[in-house]
Structures are given as structure tokens and as C-alpha cells.
């Protein structure tokens, strides 16, 4: 068997792998990213779609914090539109229709042009691990079979898994089953057994895909128009206005379903996959299947279809509203009693898919193993549902495994600091019975989390890191500079008699009031951009909640972070809780903080838990001074 060496290894070539593998060459460490078959490198499986509702922010996250995704977004959207405007600035989304295969060909020439990334065709068979005394095992690297059916040893100080959709992955269309991740491939078998002789708890979650249609078999221009914005904003902060939109745009169009649709759904449930009992795991329920709408919605006559085009390279149409796991023949009941399809050929019938994830509260929130040292796992492995998801989680994953390969302290991020770190902590924290999706509800601090002010939130944290380089860290010199600029003027303008400063504040005020009331006062901001504009007005309109917010987060400070031994013994302190014991146990949290979120642990359970570490470190003082000189 032959050997390679490495800094860091990668297992899988979806969005988590590709991140993971991108923060790792950014940080500089020589990184191996495996996966089944070079030639699908960031292929988007399901809905040729980035962003959306807090999805959005989270790509904007990604962004700011060095990463692939909104790059790739910006050279290969067709459809770019800032979801939410009519509702404040918090809970804006930007999401952009993407080209699929544009996609995958400019995330594929990324990730092979640089020099720190090796791509490596094959299969992971299982980890090379180190004994490491009575203390965990420590994975240095992967026994990885190759095509050519011979297998290579991957030695690395770290290892990144994941797999998405492909561990023991099986595909349901009616009461056919097939072995794989997703159309046209193959399962990964192993690695499951793998995961569960080392201990892990293994969970089975579903998923699913609409039918793709054939756009010249659709009466398109018959169907109601969805365009995207006019003057669309861009994902990333390096892509320059001249050079987008890199591709010609495009426009969806929108169809629905009919009650005669769902008749013949509820006709045929018992050949559905879900309610036959040939599927038993839980799907996601706010991406539900066309036949759980109707079930769970029974009151709706119809449901909203979205016909979005998935490339300039082929007729294919994605149906946004029916993913579906129903026989063929349902299906096209289903899609020729749409308006506007009654010819419609279905080029891919939908399916879905039920695959194997490890329960996250194995994990830490650096991504880290809490069974296995240095292996780390990311992405729908651990649960969650969507690219952005998947993406930052490799990008936590791979700046962690890249810190503990050179002795680095980890690093994670808070709830109050990005919508990555309310991903993390909640995966850590709470038992997923379904794909974990990322809502704006799920973010207690949203106000301070926007899109608008992610460079402001994280640029600094990511140059202190390693992971920006002088061009993005001169424009977010230069973007600093204009808000610094912009305040003075605002704070300083007077408009009929009124500061500009309160007027600012007033409901519905919007960006184009700002620059038409600062020229009353005498001062042109036709240059300045956007996103400043947003962001200042954003900051003042919200500026007494977000008072507030920074309050709180001050006043949990001291107990948030305080650290807990993940091997701390809750059955020696004494009044515990037997329910706070369970989850205490279960969870093992990192800190005080996340300890508080679990469901079962209350007040006085924590109050106990600080007296036992406080007695702790009584006893290591006394030692301490007992083998004092």
C-alpha cells in the first residue's frame, strides 16, 4: 500500500469538502481533498440555488471569512434577487439562481488552480488512528481505495468527513430503491460500519428532489414572470461591479398545483415511500414533499410552483414546490395538470434520498469529534439540510483542523457573532429529528446579524486568523472609512429645520431618502455604494435594540465561555439531577453557556455544576502548593 503525507485530509467534494479544502489552502497547509469522482466537484444535487432567507447571511459569512461560495455564486448566477424587502433590513435575504453547471465548472477550476490542493479520486475505507494511552484515539489520516482498485494511505496530522447524502445512501421513486447519494451515483458503504465500531451514534434522516422538466414542452410564456432584481447586489466582496453579472440572466416563471392534483396525490399515499413504510427516517419539514403539503395543508386548493431554469447548457427546468418521492406515473399526473405544462416531458423524476448522519452532539462546535481526536465532520453528516449549511460548517471544520495540526487553540464561533456560530451551537446542543435548516428565527441577535454588515462583523476576526489577504482587507479599510464619513455627515445635516439624524430613524426610511436629504444639506453621497448606505441606516434604525442585544451579551459573558471538561463526572455532583445528568452526559458540552441550552438542565442545575468547578479548582491549588519547592 502506498503512502501520501499531508497537513490536512478532506473526504468529500460537495460544499462542506470544498470549503473545508479552500480555508485549508488559505491557511496554507497542503491539503488532500478525496472524493468519489473529480469531475463532480461542487455539484448542486438539488436546487441550483444559493442564499435565501438567513441562508443568505450565512453565504455572506462565508464570504467575508475567506471562502468559495459567494465567489462561485457571482460568476455563475443567472438569477440574482434580494428576497424579504419589504420587511426590515434583518431579515433580508440575497439568494441568486445558478447556473448548474457553470457552478460546478468555476468551484472545479478554484479548487484544482491552487497549489495547496490535491484532488485524489476514491473512496475513504477507514481511518488511520493513533492510540493515544487512556485518553481518545487521534486520526492521522485515511486508507483511501482508489479506481484502479488499489488502496493509498493518506497520512495527515487531521481529517475532515464528509459525505453528504452518501453514507449507506438510498434512493425511493415509488417502490423502486436504489443503492446512492443521488441520480447516477454510487453509495459509500463503509464508512458507516467504520463510524460505528469507533462508537459513534449513527442517526438516518430523508431528503428529496422535484422532476426536472424539458423548457421547450412548457407553455412558458403563458405562465406569470418572476425576474430577479434590476440592479442585483453581489455575494462576494471581491467580485467587481464591472464584471457582474458575469452571465447572461434569466427569468423564472410560476405555475401551482390543483385540486384535482391533490386528489390524485391522496389516491395513490399508499405507493408514496413515506406513508407506505418503506421510509421510516424524517425529512425536512420546511422543505416538505409535495404529498406532505397535502396531507399536513389539507385546507390548501393549490400550492405555489416555481419553474426555475438550472442552466444556459440544457432545456432542464427545476420544479421548486414538488419534491416528490411518488411512482412515475404520479408524478406526471401531477406535473401535466400544472397550468402551462400539460405537454411537459419530465427529464428527471423526483426521488428521494434516506442516508445515514451522525448525531451532532458528538461534535464540538469547532467541528471536532468529541470521540475521536482530529477528525472532524461537516455538513449533512451532521444533520443539516442546504449548501450554505454544509459550507459553514467545512469552513469551520477546515480552519480548525489546520489550527490543531500546527498546535493552535481551536476556534468557534458565538451566537452573537455570525449565523455559522448559531448553526454550531445549536447542532451541539439539540437532537436533530430532522434536517437542520437556518431560519432568522433561530437567531436570537439578528438585528446585529445582517447580510448588509457581515464584513464589518468578521473581516477583522478572519485577517486575525489568516484567512484574508491585503485585497480584501484594503477594501474593508476603505468600506470603514465611507460609515465612518457617512455618520459625520448624517450627524451633522440639518433638513428643514430637523437633524438628519432623527429623520433617519423614522419608519420607511430607505436609502434614496438618505442620499436625496443629504443633498438638501449640501452633501453628495451619489458615490457612495450600496452596501454602506444599508448598513449606516440599518445601524441607526435599530440602534437602541441593538444597545440592548450588546447588554446582554455582556451580562452572560462571564458564564457563556467558562469552560467544562468534556469528561467532567455529573454523577459525583451530589443534588444533580437525574434529567440534567442524562443530558449532560449525552451532550457533554464545551461550556457553561451551551450546558444552559440543554433541554432538561435548568438554573440550579448550573449553579451546581459551577460549585463542583470551583471545588476542582481548589483541589489543583492544593495540589499545586503541596509540590511546591
Known sequence: MSRRDFDIVVIGGGHAGLEAAWAGANLGAQTALVTLDPARIGVMSCNPAIGGLAKGHMVREIDVLGGLMGRVTDRAGIMFKVLNTSRGPAVRGPRAQCDKHAYARVAHQMITARDEIEVIAGSAERFILESAGAGRPVCRGAVIATPDGNNVELHAHTVVLTTGTFMRGLMHEGEHRTEGGRAGEGPARGISDTLRELGFELGRLKTGTPPRLKRSTIEWESLDRQVGDADPMPFSDLTEAGQFPAIEQVECRLTRTSEEIHTAIRENLHRAPMYSGQIDSAGPRY??????????????????????PESHES??????????SLPRDVQHRIVRGMPGCAAAEILQFGYAVEYDMVRPHQILPTGETKLVEGLYLAGQINGTSGYEEAGGQGLIAGVNAVRRARGLAPWALGRDEA????????????????PYRMFTSRAEYRLMLRADNAADRLTPMARELGLVGESRWARYETRRSAINQLDAHIDGARVDGKTLSTIVKHPGYVEADLVRDLARAGVDATGVGRGVLATVLAERQYAGYIARHRAEVRRIAETEHKPLPIDLDYASITGLRAEAQQALVRFRPDT????RRLEGVNPADLSLIMVELERRKRRARNRAGATAP
Not at 422 to 428: R, T
Not at 592 to 595: T, V
Open 592 to 595: 457553561l453557556g451551551r450546558a
Open 287 to 308: 422543505c416538505p414533499s409535495i404529498e406532505d403539503k397535502v396531507v399536513r395543508f389539507a385546507d390548501r386548493a393549490s400550492h405555489q410552483v416555481f419553474l426555475e
Open 315 to 324: 432545456d432542464w427546468v427545476y420544479c421548486n414546490g414538488i419534491s416528490t
Open 419 to 434: 449565523y455559522i456560530g448559531v448553526m454550531m451551537d445549536d447542532l451541539v446542543t439539540k437532537t436533530p429529528v430532522e
